[in-house]
């Protein structure tokens, strides 16, 4: 998977796709507007974040690409890939239980801290993207 070179952008299906681990210095796009919440991402290849109305959604260390980034009140899914392994954090419902899929397999429960934050390992490959799915419990 290319990283996402326009930084953040709507795709077809609504969902979001954002991040590009490719960039030696910290570029941001700020005032993106997508079904009317305004959306913020700061990229390069040692991180990327994802802010939402000015709230946190999204922070992968090092930096990656992320495709397909859907999220609701139960739910959230996206596809990632970098160059290395990734270190995940997600804001969801604190002190929350959570289900966690790679690649449709179930690596295990996760229990939000008081925060709402989840943070997830995943091994990347520079030719290969993971399917990462949180399903509340």
Same mark, same amino acid.
């Given at each position: 998977?290319?990283?996402?070179?326009?930084?953040?952008?709507?795709? !077809? =299906?609504? !969902?979001?796709?954002?991040?590009?681990?490719?960039?030696?210095?910290? #570029?941001?796009? =700020?005032?993106?507007?997508?079904?009317?919440?305004?959306?913020?991402?700061?990229?390069?290849?040692?991180?990327?974040?994802?802010?939402?109305?000015?709230?946190? &959604?999204? +922070?992968?260390?090092?930096?990656?690409? &992320? %495709? =397909?980034?859907? !999220?609701?009140?139960?739910?959230?899914?996206?596809?990632?890939? *970098? #160059? %290395?392994?990734?270190?995940? #954090?997600?804001?969801?419902?604190?002190?929350?239980?959570? &289900?966690?899929?790679?690649?449709?397999?179930?690596?295990? =429960?996760?229990? #939000?801290?008081?925060? *709402?934050?989840?943070?997830?390992? !995943? +091994?990347?490959?520079?030719?290969? +993207?993971? +399917?990462?799915?949180?399903?509340?419990?």
């Amino acid at each position: 998977m290319a990283a996402v070179k326009e930084l953040l952008r709507a795709e !077809a =299906d609504g !969902a979001l796709g954002f991040g590009d681990y490719t960039l030696s210095s910290k #570029t941001k796009l =700020d005032g993106f507007e997508f079904q009317g919440d305004v959306y913020k991402v700061k990229t390069f290849s040692e991180i990327t974040k994802l802010e939402k109305n000015g709230m946190f &959604v999204y +922070e992968s260390v090092p930096g990656t690409a &992320v %495709e =397909d980034f859907k !999220a609701s009140e139960r739910e959230v899914s996206f596809k990632v890939s *970098g #160059t %290395e392994d990734a270190q995940i #954090t997600l804001e969801l419902e604190a002190d929350s239980e959570y &289900v966690v899929y790679m690649d449709d397999v179930n690596v295990g =429960d996760m229990t #939000t801290n008081l925060s *709402g934050k989840l943070s997830v390992s !995943a +091994e990347l490959d520079p030719n290969k +993207e993971i +399917e990462i799915k949180i399903i509340k419990k």
